[in-house]
């Protein structure tokens, strides 16, 4: 069965530290992946995406992710955090030429100043 | 260009109530979707329609009903609402299947059935 894992629930990260986002997958088939945001409500924009090539991917707003098909994941990085930042964070998986796409619960991100 | 609009924001509905939620795009997209969000559970596919003229149930339809009124709308019907389908409802919109291309999504209606 297709499922997507984010391992934590709440991140809570200093203004300027770097961030990671953890982000599993379960996937019977070659998975295309993404990572979206959801500030506070607001409905969800594509932050990255990887459906071939290159395993490391940049997004907007300075994120990238990498993925390892031998670790079936598929996490979520930034050098350093903006206040701006704070937001809700989904991980989804879906097939390439499918319609269906499975979301994680989601990882809030908390920033202090 | 809006993107996707979705309409109403909010709404508050007693048990056994019925109500649309309504959604469009202006993106020219052929693929459109439903899903609700709930704390702890992302989000869940309720229908989707590929194309024009086609629906099909995705992981929680029941309870509800979709109309594709045409390419650029996409129609949510609760028939008789139940505390349960409490949730934020999103509509997205996608170029087509069988491409490498993403969703898009609208801004939400935030549901409560008392």
């Known amino acids: 069965a297709q499922s997507v894992t984010q391992p934590d629930i709440h991140i809570t990260v200093s203004e300027g530290a770097s961030l990671e986002l953890r982000c599993n997958y379960s996937?019977?088939?070659?998975?295309?992946l993404f990572w979206y945001v959801q500030s506070p409500g607001q409905g969800l924009q594509l932050l990255l995406k990887?459906?071939?090539?290159?395993?490391l991917v940049q997004g907007i707003k300075g994120f990238e992710a990498e993925f390892k098909r031998s670790q079936s994941s598929f996490n979520l990085r930034k050098p350093s955090v903006h206040w701006s930042d704070a937001a809700e964070y989904f991980c989804?998986?879906?097939?390439?030429?499918?319609?269906?796409?499975?979301f994680g619960a989601g990882t809030i991100l908390r920033v202090k100043s | 260009n809006a993107g996707v609009t979705q309409t109403p924001k909010f709404q508050v509905l007693k048990t056994g109530q019925s109500m649309t939620l309504q959604c469009a795009q202006d993106?020219?997209?052929?693929?459109m979707y439903w899903y609700r969000q709930d704390p702890g559970m992302g989000l869940r596919l309720i229908y989707y329609?590929?194309?024009?003229?086609?629906?099909d149930k995705g992981e929680v339809p029941n309870g509800y009903n979709v109309s594709r009124l045409n390419k650029r709308e996409f129609s949510l019907r609760l028939e008789s609402a139940a505390p349960s389908q409490t949730s934020v409802y999103f509509c997205?919109?996608?170029?087509?299947?069988?491409?490498?291309?993403?969703?898009?999504f609208g801004p939400g209606t935030r549901l409560t059935v008392l």
């Open positions: 997205a919109s996608r170029v087509s299947t069988g491409l490498d291309n993403e969703q898009f």
């Open positions: 996937y019977g088939a070659t998975p295309y």
């Open positions: 990887y459906f071939s090539g290159d395993t």
């Open positions: 989804a998986v879906g097939a390439r030429y499918g319609n269906k796409l499975v």
């Open positions: 993106m020219n997209h052929n693929s």
């Open positions: 329609s590929a194309s024009e003229g086609t629906t």
